[in-house]
């Protein structure tokens, strides 16, 4: 197993243009987490899945985003009509669930900037 | 809300020197912290996990420890060296996990 894969690392894009990164969890993981980071910040929570179901959305989430799990495996995201705002690092995580215990795995991120 | 901070902001030490970053946490009802490294550009790498029912873990040059009562965690960095330079950053698990700021902390040789 070679950990959480994101594609693609890096993104460049005009403003308006719709992007689509995608997630590999670690196989056997069933939790399945998004997140964005700006310079000098935290992570900030997206949204999160377990298997297939998206469980919950943060209300940074806004409308021109949208997340998928099909068949409770890899996961994209979606932003359409991309802003200078949305520039940042798009990491995603996954874990095991054995009641909420389980530990978090990182991949390397995808990086947006937005023209 | 939760709401995770982390103190100090950055933080420069001379190599060998022990050293402790703090993390401190608003709701204590936690299923666990887990602690972070991440270099510049980089995704983040676990370097360890407390469950709520621990008070502290142990890797290599590393401890950290769990107060969930006073919402309080703090990571222990032995004889630091250059290598660890990094940012070092705190997350609690409420069904999703919440991060601070993180501490960027600087060794030098």
């Known amino acids: 197993d070679t950990g959480v894969s994101q594609n693609p690392r890096h993104k460049i894009t005009k403003r308006g243009q719709n992007v689509t990164f995608r997630c590999d969890p670690i196989?056997?993981?069933?939790?399945l987490y998004w997140y964005r980071q700006t310079l000098g910040q935290g992570p900030e929570f997206l949204t999160y899945f377990q298997n297939e179901a998206q469980l919950e959305k943060s209300r940074l989430l806004s409308d021109r985003f949208s997340a998928e799990r099909p068949k409770g495996s890899f996961s994209t995201l979606e932003i359409q009509r991309t802003e200078q705002g949305d520039s940042a690092m798009y990491l995603c995580?996954?874990?095991?669930?054995?009641?909420?215990?389980?530990?978090?795995?990182f991949g390397e991120g995808s990086r947006l900037t937005v023209l | 809300k939760q709401e995770v901070t982390q103190i100090p902001a950055a933080l420069s030490v001379p190599e060998g020197e022990n050293l402790v970053l703090n993390c401190s946490f608003t709701?204590?009802?936690?299923?666990?912290l887990q602690w972070f490294r991440q270099d510049p550009g980089k995704g983040l790498t676990s370097l360890l996990l407390i469950q709520s029912s621990q008070r502290e873990q142990t890797s290599g040059r590393l401890n950290a420890s769990l107060d969930k009562s006073s919402g309080r965690s703090t990571l222990y960095i032995a004889a630091s060296q250059p290598g660890d330079s990094a940012t070092y950053l705190c997350?609690?698990?409420?069904?999703?996990?919440?991060f601070g700021a993180g501490t960027r902390l600087t060794v030098k040789p």
């Open positions: 997350a609690v698990n409420l069904n999703d996990m919440r």
């Open positions: 995580a996954s874990s095991q669930d054995r009641g909420y215990t389980g530990e978090l795995f």
């Open positions: 709701d204590s009802a936690i299923y666990n």
């Open positions: 196989s056997e993981h069933n939790r």
